[in-house]
Structures are given as C-alpha cells and as structure tokens.
C-alpha cells in the first residue's frame, strides 16, 4: 500500500492550499478530488474578493493556477472517489477510493460541501447570470439593483442584511408564514427599510433572456401563480457538508460540519479538518486557503513531534 506523509481528501482551494504548503515542506503529499481541482472556484465566473487579482479573476482559470502551484512543489493530485476510512487512531491511518487504498501518517480532510438546490427550471441556466449561493461573492455584481433571498433561515436573513447595504433593495421570498430565522435577524430584517419579506411564497422558474431579469412565484395561499422583477437571486435554503463517509468516525454538529480547534485538529491526532466542510467556516475562498494553510502546518507539526 503506497504511503505517504499528509493525505488531503478534497482538491478545492481548502485542499490545493493544504497541498501547496505540506508539499512544500517536503512531506509526501497526495491530494484526492473527485470531481475537478479548484472545487467551488471551478464553477464559479468572476472571483473578486481574493487578494491579489485586483482586476478580478475567473474561477477556472484560479482553479488552474492553484493545481499548477501545488503539483510545483511535487503534491500528487490523483482523481478518484474516496469511500471510506479505517485506523484513524493509529500512527498509519487507511484511506480507500473507488479504485486503490493508501496509508498516511496524517490526513487532511478538505471535503467541501454543496449548497442547496431549489430544483426549479431555470436555476441551472442562470447560474453565474442572476442566480448565485454566495451573497459576499457576487453582491457587487448587483449594485443598484432590485435582488431576492430565497429562504426563511438566518442564512437567508444574514446574507440578505448584507445584500441591502449594496444592493437597492431585497425581496426575501420565504415558503412559510413564519420565519426559521433566530428572533434578533426577523427584527433587523423588520427594521431595515431596503428589506422586504414575501410569505408563503415559492419560487417556480427562473426567467430572462442572457441573464436573469424576473422570477415566476406561487403565493401559495391564493394558489397564483406572478412574475417578479428581480436581476438577481441569492438561494439560500440550507448547505450539506460532504461528510458522509465520516459518518460515526469524527464528531459533527447536527448539520454535518466536522468539529476542529483554531488550528484545525479534530479530536483524534493526526486527523485535520479544513474549509467548508469544518464547522463555523467562514464558506469564504480566502478562509478555505488559511484553513488549509493551518491545516498543512499543524500536519508538519504532528509529524516532526514539535
Ligand atoms: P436553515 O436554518 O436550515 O434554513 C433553511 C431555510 O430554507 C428554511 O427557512 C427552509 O424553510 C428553507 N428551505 C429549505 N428547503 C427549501 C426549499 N426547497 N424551498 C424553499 N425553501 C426551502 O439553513 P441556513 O439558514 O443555511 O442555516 C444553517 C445553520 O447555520 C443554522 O444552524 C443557522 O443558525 C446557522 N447560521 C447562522 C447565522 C447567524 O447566526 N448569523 C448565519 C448563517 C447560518 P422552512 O423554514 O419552511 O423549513
């Protein structure tokens, strides 16, 4: 079984930067991804918000740069699927894939997540063109406009309070009469005039013609169905962590995230956790970078016994 130093499962910024740095201490490094290196940044258009580019930078070609980066410094980036893990408490811990099985001394576990879908026609299409996961990622592309939230969570209600200080106003369209949200979010949202909430509503389509200009809702007391003006739309329904493959072996909070220190140790030695997929993450590419930066450092710190 071939064996290695730090073993990252997922090759999103979080990994690529945990990666970059243990590679880069001469630990032999794999990075595993089962879909495509860059992650979330792959699939994302224009990236903004990561300094360094002041021009910005799109996401796919962020993603390449960062895989380059990484392999530079002789971090193997294998494609497969890992499926489960074994031995976590002892010094050699077992990774299996689809297709091989390895031993590492250390693994890193980068694993990401993925946001909720509405699953209504037209919120693939007009992803990147109106429809966006990330309010702090794409607020600025919609500055002077009239935006929607969909949800009813403090999610929706957050990210709709921030949305307000860009945007001219927000709709947030909440399929209940009543708010998930914590009481002190509903009375901001209350407060703030740029805010408006839509109850007992759905959204059924996304519409437009380049980019999204108007949503189809449903109230759902009337049972009518109406247009809705809005370029942009932020969902925001609710984030699955990719941690099922963890299930019973690490400690979670109840949405999935695995639990970490500041330094991004979980509680069994040699087993660290980084970017979205650890709880209280930021969800933020530069926090996923630090967090693998952290991650790859405590590594190297586990193993030379400092
Ligand atoms: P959440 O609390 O699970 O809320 C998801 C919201 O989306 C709910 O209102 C839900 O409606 C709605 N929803 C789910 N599926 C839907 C669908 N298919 N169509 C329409 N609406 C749908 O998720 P979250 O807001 O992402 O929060 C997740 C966790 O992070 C929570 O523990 C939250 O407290 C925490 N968080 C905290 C803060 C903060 O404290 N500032 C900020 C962000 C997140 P129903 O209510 O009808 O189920």
Do not use: I, P
């Given at each position: 079984m071939e064996q290695f130093d730090v073993l990252i499962i997922g090759g999103g910024a979080a990994g690529l930067g945990a990666g970059l740095y243990s590679s880069r201490a001469m630990l032999k490094t794999m990075v595993i991804e089962k879909i495509g290196f860059g992650g979330q940044i792959l699939v994302t258009d224009e990236i903004e918000n990561y300094p360094g580019f002041p021009k910005g930078i799109k996401g796919p070609e962020l993603s390449r740069m960062m895989e380059e980066q990484t392999r530079r410094f002789g971090a193997e980036l294998k494609y497969e699927e890992v499926v489960a893990v074994e031995q976590l408490d002892r010094p050699l811990k077992i990774v299996h894939t689809s297709e091989n099985s390895y031993c590492a001394k250390t693994i890193i576990i980068a694993s990401g997540g993925s946001h909720k879908k509405l699953g209504v026609p037209g919120e693939e299409d007009y992803s990147g063109k109106g429809v966006s996961y990330c309010a702090i990622c794409d607020a600025n592309f919609f500055r002077g406009e009239e935006v929607i939230v969909v949800g009813g969570g403090d999610a929706a209600l957050d990210e709709g309070s921030y949305l307000t200080g860009i945007v001219e106003k927000v709709t947030v369209i909440h399929r209940r009469d009543q708010l998930r949200a914590s009481k002190i979010l509903q009375e901001r949202a209350l407060a703030n005039p740029k805010m408006d909430l839509l109850l007992n509503h759905v959204v059924e389509e996304f519409r437009g013609t380049d980019l999204m200009d108007r949503v189809l809702t449903k109230n759902l007391k009337t049972g009518k169905s109406y247009e809705f003006p809005a370029t942009g739309a932020f969902i925001y329904i609710g984030f699955i962590p990719n941690s099922g493959f963890l299930k019973g072996v690490l400690p979670t909070d109840d949405l999935g995230h695995i639990n970490s220190d500041i330094q991004m140790r979980t509680s069994i030695p040699g087993i660290f956790v980084c970017g979205?997929?650890?709880?209280?993450?930021?969800?933020?590419l530069g926090s996923a970078v630090g967090d693998g930066i952290t991650a790859a450092l405590a590594a190297y710190h586990y193993i030379s016994g400092d």
């Open positions: 979205d997929v650890r709880t209280h993450s930021e969800r933020q």
